[in-house]
């Protein structure tokens, strides 16, 4: 395929992913600028699987956002209520919108990955090492909203001492298990475009988990409250932990 074609065919559905999202202010105009940007990388390193993928964490990170605030309306005692989101269009939960920091924060690193396979095609591990990061980006998302949403308690690992839900690095049991499904669907649909073996989804939640829990001591322990700069280094931490994972099973 000519490469202005595969450019096109790159930027297409990431520039249409991102109107929409604009649409239903899921995105501000940065958001979508970055998104587009951000996303067609992806696509033209991976195909179709380099669009769904990212299009998952999306999908999920959203719903799990607006399942969270619409539990803190129906129950603010249980939050911080809405928050400065606007609407959603429809009169659905409000959720704020995503701007260029958020898209760097989350999709930072797997871009990254996705041009370093552009520019060393024939290395299998910038694959996982992509698939890993959007995966523990899944993780983090999901878990921290439905942990939020569902449950009253959580434990902070620096001490381990059980606290109320939504303080800063705490993990529960509802947001661990829905994370790690998040991942896995992550790790799945990777694996139906072939970006990473069947053998390797096990290691990418892992790796999730593991990233995630990392990320979790550095707020509750050191005090990290900058969120971009926390989601960079939890989805380099996932990624790396994932490609160490490949290079063990592969003996490289």
Known sequence: ???????????LPNLGLGLMGFYVRAFDRSGLLAGVILGSVMTYAFGTGGF???LGFIVLGNAAARIAVHRE??????????????PAVGGGPA????T??????????PALGALLAILRPNMPVLAVFFTAALATAAFDSVASGLGKAFSRKSLTLHDLKVREAGVPGGISA???ISGAAAAAALALVAF???LVSGGMIGYIILAGVLA??????LKSAAGLRAPQVANIVNTLLGGLLAALFWTGVHGV
């Open 1 to 11: 395929m000519a490469p202005l074609v595969r450019i096109g065919l790159s930027i």
């Open 73 to 86: 309306d129906r129950d603010p005692s249980g939050g911080g209520g809405r928050g400065g989101g606007e």
């Open 174 to 176: 509802v947001g661990t």
């Open 212 to 217: 995630t829990a990392a990320k979790s001591l």
């Open 52 to 54: 769904l993928v990212p």
């Open 95 to 98: 959720v704020a919108k995503r």
């Open 192 to 194: 139906g475009f072939r």
């Open 100 to 109: 260029w920091s958020d898209a760097l924060g989350n999709l930072a690193v």
